[in-house]
């Protein structure tokens, strides 16, 4: 006999409708909707290694001897590695989430810490191409760790999206400033220990909330966002407020390791305090539930008993009037060849009609449309431009003559507003598409001409204007992200978004190999020898001075007006596409799901794919009337 209508996962019932359970309520916790998203938070706040690269690259140039161009070199493979995810995407297509989480887990480590053996001594020293290969391998967990988190969360939030995007893609913006905070409590000023803890620090957090990430059928409220969000939101402004604080602080006053130990213990509190919000929210729901038990008829439903099994059927002698043997296929092998080819002919047939924007698109489809062609270019300039500013950060401020700890401070800036420019283009772009109809493609042209502001800055190398360069390209650089790979959502579908989000990411390592190798690391190795000098304990030259890097930027900026004059065709493109409502279908088919479900005597709220599963083969509901039953063996009875 199964109660149907308004039940509560691990709750009692009692006298007055259901009861509260430490135990059952704390699993309830951990399994639900908003504890997943709350795991997220710290999975991506963690996954964000490859943006401090600038603190430790200094120790492997000195280390291992390399100059300014293979050094660039090392960071388009951690580029490559960090946002090439095809791999990652595809094995998300086919497992759950908890497998791509554990295998990003392993990479981290793997990577990261064969580096960190390396600029230690610990190991001999290695070639240039395995010290990439360490690299790619650590950098290309963090694809793991986003397919396996922050694409199942935009697939449990479809019609919130881009609030989604902006959340989770900002905690990994402040994960270059909350491991900052991390590595000088631990370790003090040793540089090099920054590559130990980015080493085990990743890879222990996702072990830990492996299983608390999952597809799940949520119900979300047509026309509103949570209001949870808005909590996440606010928690999130006051970490990345007080880590703008700290900075500002450090940069004036030398910290002690104990003071960086009490000032990491407060980024703690303010990363473990949205689950004071989970619980607040579980509580809700937990209670409307009760009130709807309450309110509602109870129905008890009989389970119909399976039918008997029929009988064998005896073999029957073919006649004379049987199909003649030549007609019979030879062998199942050849019905097996026959289909598949016949599938590849028909993927490929339909590889150039793509569907309606907005439907699921295949992923040959999706690859070939001009909209992606023209997207991934924009994406490679406007990305590729920024990432080369961040990936030489540490050495713009060592040409332009600012001290060592201003340049760990522009590496703590760039992280505060990378995570400032995800979070306001993921909230900004859904509140002004609901609203007014603003397309995310055009927001993203202004985007891309407001990074070209931190360019001409760098360019000219204008008297403490790294600072406000530092902001200007850590927000362009964030914001880009959110629209990049929500765009990618409503123009694809989510059918395959899992590969897709990674194809979309894969524009990074293109523009930064363009950019930052051949580009900024050339001309710095040219200018190095007109204006370079020889520092201690170093093999090659270090180049002072504003031209060091004024022909790069000033080319990158070029890039990137470029970059925004393309994007304009994706805003022409789709202006009729962002006219209407791109999130109809997800209302339709939600609807559609929860009469299904309403059928069968429960709802989507809260549950997984394979609890739902579960729930189908357990219990199926027949309605009769009284005449029926004589015949049928099911039945709902209805209690006031």
Not at 85 to 97: A, D, Q, R, W
Not at 460 to 478: E, R
Not at 562 to 587: M, N, P
């Amino acid at each position: 006999m199964v109660f149907a209508g308004g039940s509560c996962s691990g709750a009692a019932m009692g006298g007055d409708g259901l009861k509260l359970e430490p135990f059952r309520f704390a699993v309830r916790v951990v399994r639900g909707r908003w504890f997943m998203l709350f795991s997220s938070f710290l999975i991506m706040a963690a996954a964000g290694a490859t943006y401090i690269f600038s603190i430790y690259s200094k120790d492997i140039k000195t280390s291992l001897g390399y100059n300014q161009s293979t050094l660039n070199t090392l960071s388009f493979f951690k580029d490559l590695g960090a946002n090439v995810g095809i791999l990652s995407g595809l094995i998300n297509e086919v497992t759950p989430p908890w497998v791509v989480l554990s295998l990003g887990a392993g990479l981290n480590l793997f990577g990261y810490l064969m580096i960190y053996f390396s600029i230690t001594g610990r190991i001999a020293r290695p070639r240039v191409w395995l010290m990439c290969l360490y690299i790619c391998v650590g950098a290309n967990s963090q694809t793991f760790a986003n397919t396996g988190a922050l694409v199942t969360l935009v697939k449990n939030f479809p019609e919130s999206r881009g609030i989604v995007l902006g959340l989770l893609k900002g905690f990994v913006g402040l994960s270059g400033a909350i491991i900052t905070q991390l590595y000088h409590a631990v370790y003090g000023d040793d540089s090099k220990s920054v590559v130990l803890l980015i080493a085990w620090l990743p890879a222990a957090i996702s072990i830990i909330f492996v299983h608390t990430i999952r597809i799940m059928q949520i119900k979300v409220p047509q026309g509103k966002t949570p209001k949870p969000f808005f909590c996440f939101l606010y928690i999130s402004i006051a970490l990345a407020t007080y880590l703008m604080i700290a900075i500002v602080v450090e940069n004036k006053v030398n910290f002690t390791q104990g003071e960086f130990a009490i000032s990491a213990g407060i980024v703690i509190l303010l990363l473990l305090l949205p689950i004071a919000v989970v619980v607040k929210e579980e509580v809700r729901i937990f209670n409307e539930k009760n009130r709807e038990l309450k309110t509602q008829p109870l129905d008890i439903t009989v389970d119909k008993p399976s039918s008997p099994i029929p009988p064998p059927m005896t073999e029957q002698k073919p006649t004379s009037s049987a199909i003649p043997p030549s007609t019979i296929p030879t062998s199942s092998a050849d019905i097996t060849t026959a289909t598949k080819k016949s599938a590849v002919l028909a993927c490929f047939s339909n590889m150039f009609r793509p569907p309606d924007r907005g439907e699921d698109y295949s992923i040959l489809q999706a690859l070939v449309s001009i909209d992606m062609i023209v997207l991934f270019f924009a994406t490679i300039c406007g990305v590729g431009g920024t990432l080369t500013a961040i990936d030489n950060m540490g050495q713009i401020g060592e040409s332009l003559g600012y001290p060592k700890r201003s340049i760990s401070t522009f590496v703590s800036l760039i992280s505060i507003w990378n995570y400032a420019g995800r979070v306001a283009s993921g909230f900004a772009s859904e509140i002004l598409l609901n609203k007014y109809k603003f397309p995310r493609p055009l927001m993203l042209t202004f985007i891309l001409l407001l990074s070209c502001v931190g360019h001409l800055l760098i360019a000219f190398g204008v008297n403490n204007s790294l600072y406000f360069a530092s902001v200007v390209i850590g927000f362009c650089f964030g914001a880009q992200w959110p629209l990049l790979f929500a765009i990618i959502s409503e123009i694809f579908g989510l059918k395959y978004y899992s590969t897709l989000y990674n194809f979309g990411g894969a524009a990074s390592p293109i523009g930064s190999y363009i950019l930052n190798v051949k580009v900024a690391g050339h001309l710095y190795d040219r200018q190095a020898l007109k204006h370079g000098v020889r520092k201690d304990n170093e093999t090659d030259l270090t180049c002072i001075g504003v031209e060091c890097f004024k022909l790069s930027f000033i080319i990158i900026t070029l890039a990137t007006v470029l970059g925004a004059a393309v994007s304009l065709i994706l805003v022409w493109r789709t202006k009729d596409f962002y006219r209407g409502d791109i999130y109809a279908r997800f209302r339709e088919q939600r609807a559609a799901a929860e009469e299904q479900m309403a059928m069968g005597g429960f709802t989507l709220e809260g549950r997984s794919e394979e609890e739902e599963e579960a729930k189908k083969k357990k219990t199926t509901t027949t309605t009769t009337t009284a005449p029926d039953l004589v015949e049928q063996s099911s039945f709902t009875v209805k209690l006031p």
